[in-house]
């Protein structure tokens, strides 16, 4: 990845991907799912699913379960990273008295992280590679093809899951994803896109997951007030 080569699965792979069925790693059956409607019990009342054979509707029952899938899951294809950044309640996931905490089961992924150290650079180069790339795809499906993952209990859930939502016995990785739509002609024999982005040793590094795990980071949070036009630090 540090020489430029982003390797990206699709929707369909992840979603029938066997032998890790007992870790919450990269398999997911829900991952082409795009939402789920249940019959039954709702916070605000009951629902019902029913179907229309010859003009007269046909209730499916309590048990009944609708299932939306992504129309073209061979097609649609991500990125996966972890992300430092802030939940609703202020704190990176993991954080402690001011330290990310890494979890054991990064090692499952590999030996090595990839330490990505100006994101932004990263996205621009990401982006002019997509642009030179023919036969990509944008859907209102996949929102704006890029953003953090949104955790949830999805068992028994009922409502749009999409490509940012998935079960929090996910949450331990703080993904950040990239996404986007390929014709066939793209894909190599394996149906995985090789996307080549340049290299980016120069904006990132190769770090020992088990050293992260040893020390782990320190999160140095600074407050600012706006000052005409400009801010100004109050804290050190």
């Not at 939402?35 to 229309?52: C, D, E, H, Q, V």
């Not at 899938?69 to 996966?80: A, D, I, K, S, Y």
Request: with cysteine; aromatic share 10%.
């Amino acid at each position: 990845m540090q020489k430029g080569l982003l390797y990206m699965n699709s929707l369909e792979y992840f979603s029938n991907l066997e032998g890790e069925e007992s870790l919450a790693l990269r398999a997911d059956g829900l991952e082409k799912v795009y939402g789920i409607l249940r019959a039954g019990n709702t916070p605000s009342g009951y629902a019902t699913l029913s179907i229309k054979v010859n003009d007269e509707e046909v209730d499916l029952g309590s048990d009944a379960v609708l299932t939306a899938h992504f129309p073209r899951p061979e097609n649609t294809m991500l990125f996966c990273m972890g992300a430092f950044a802030d939940n609703e309640d202020g704190l990176i996931p993991n954080e402690i008295d001011g330290k990310i905490h890494f979890d054991k089961r990064f090692l499952d992924f590999g030996s090595h992280v990839l330490l990505i150290n100006k994101p932004s650079e990263f996205s621009y180069r990401i982006n002019k590679a997509i642009k030179k790339l023919p036969g990509t795809f944008s859907s209102k499906l996949l929102d704006d093809g890029y953003g953090l993952v949104d955790y949830k209990p999805l068992e028994n859930y009922s409502g749009p899951i999409g490509l940012y939502t998935k079960d929090c016995k996910y949450s331990w990785q703080m993904e950040f994803r990239i996404s986007f739509g390929v014709h066939k002609q793209c894909l190599n024999s394996k149906g995985a896109l090789e996307l080549n982005i340049g290299d980016i040793s120069d904006i990132s590094d190769i770090v020992p997951v088990q050293a992260l795990i040893d020390k782990p980071f320190e999160v140095k949070r600074r407050i600012f007030i706006k000052v005409g036009d400009g801010y100004e630090q109050i804290n050190k």
